[in-house]
């Protein structure tokens, strides 16, 4: 149904055409966790079917390259609505270091709306967030210069409540027609939760070895012929 829509008002209508993809290409698990321990909404139960039946990720990914081209080869613009979709902080940034479009995700970060946040610069954030803010200033002056992609795998960040909160960020310089940059997209997403589960992993695995160790050596000095049981 959405292929034969998109096709109809690029074909016929000859519109420039925005499809908006489903929460439910997150799939179940994430949905419901949105839905009982974000929202609150715990009477709401989505049967399998309606992810059976809905638009799947690979599907998704072919359908929006062949409506790509259909709306090329007639001069028109296809595209797809993504931010408030994805799990994760996403923002369109200018080369002066504005935001010129943000999620909800990436608001809330920043204990702001997404209207308030739109024109700011890093360093206008709250409070909390001018030191990050300068970092942000810096980095984003290397995309814009160097026209490379910068990724940091842990990146520390501190949150309104105070906490602090590992992320992945990753930052993509865009070019304009005449192969200028002059904007560029970054995406963010907490990792805190996996990075102290490894961690803790790491810290249970060296506890385990440091006692076998010192087993051993006890094992080892024990006099000839004495026998455990």
Same mark, same amino acid.
């Given at each position: 149904?959405?292929?034969? !829509?998109?096709?109809?008002?690029?074909? @016929?209508?000859?519109?420039?055409?925005?499809?908006?993809?489903?929460?439910?290409?997150?799939?179940?698990?994430?949905?419901?966790?949105?839905?009982?321990?974000?929202?609150?909404?715990?009477? !709401?139960?989505?049967?399998?079917?309606?992810?059976?039946?809905?638009?799947?990720?690979?599907?998704?990914?072919?359908?929006?390259?062949?409506?790509?081209?259909?709306?090329?080869?007639?001069?028109?613009?296809?595209?797809?609505?993504?931010?408030?979709?994805?799990?994760?902080?996403?923002?369109?940034?200018?080369?002066?270091? =504005?935001?010129?479009?943000?999620?909800?995700?990436?608001?809330?970060?920043?204990?702001?709306?997404?209207?308030?946040?739109?024109?700011?610069?890093?360093?206008?954030?709250?409070?909390?967030?001018?030191?990050?803010?300068?970092? !942000?200033?810096? @980095?984003? =002056?290397?995309?814009?210069?160097?026209?490379?992609?910068?990724?940091? @795998?842990?990146?520390?960040?501190?949150?309104?409540?105070?906490?602090?909160? !590992?992320?992945?960020?990753?930052?993509?310089?865009?070019?304009?027609?005449?192969?200028?940059?002059?904007?560029?997209?970054?995406?963010?997403?907490?990792?805190?939760?996996?990075? =102290?589960?490894?961690?803790?992993?790491?810290?249970?695995?060296?506890?385990? @070895?440091?006692?076998?160790?010192?087993?051993?050596?006890?094992?080892?000095?024990?006099?000839?012929?004495?026998?455990?049981?």
């Amino acid at each position: 149904e959405i292929e034969q !829509i998109a096709h109809y008002l690029l074909e @016929e209508r000859g519109l420039h055409t925005i499809v908006k993809v489903n929460p439910t290409l997150l799939g179940k698990d994430k949905v419901m966790q949105i839905l009982h321990s974000e929202l609150g909404f715990n009477e !709401i139960d989505i049967p399998d079917s309606v992810f059976d039946h809905d638009l799947q990720y690979e599907r998704a990914v072919r359908l929006i390259e062949e409506l790509k081209k259909t709306a090329a080869a007639r001069g028109l613009f296809f595209g797809v609505k993504l931010l408030n979709t994805l799990p994760m902080a996403i923002a369109v940034k200018d080369a002066a270091g =504005r935001y010129l479009q943000v999620n909800r995700e990436m608001a809330e970060f920043y204990g702001l709306t997404r209207e308030r946040m739109v024109g700011m610069r890093a360093r206008e954030l709250p409070s909390h967030a001018r030191e990050h803010g300068r970092r !942000i200033l810096e @980095e984003d =002056r290397k995309v814009i210069e160097n026209r490379e992609l910068v990724v940091h @795998e842990e990146y520390e960040v501190v949150r309104p409540s105070g906490e602090t909160e !590992i992320r992945y960020v990753a930052k993509l310089p865009l070019c304009n027609e005449d192969g200028e940059v002059d904007r560029m997209v970054v995406v963010s997403q907490d990792i805190t939760d996996r990075i =102290r589960a490894e961690q803790e992993l790491a810290e249970s695995r060296e506890a385990g @070895e440091r006692v076998f160790n010192r087993l051993k050596d006890a094992i080892e000095s024990l006099p000839v012929g004495l026998s455990l049981y």
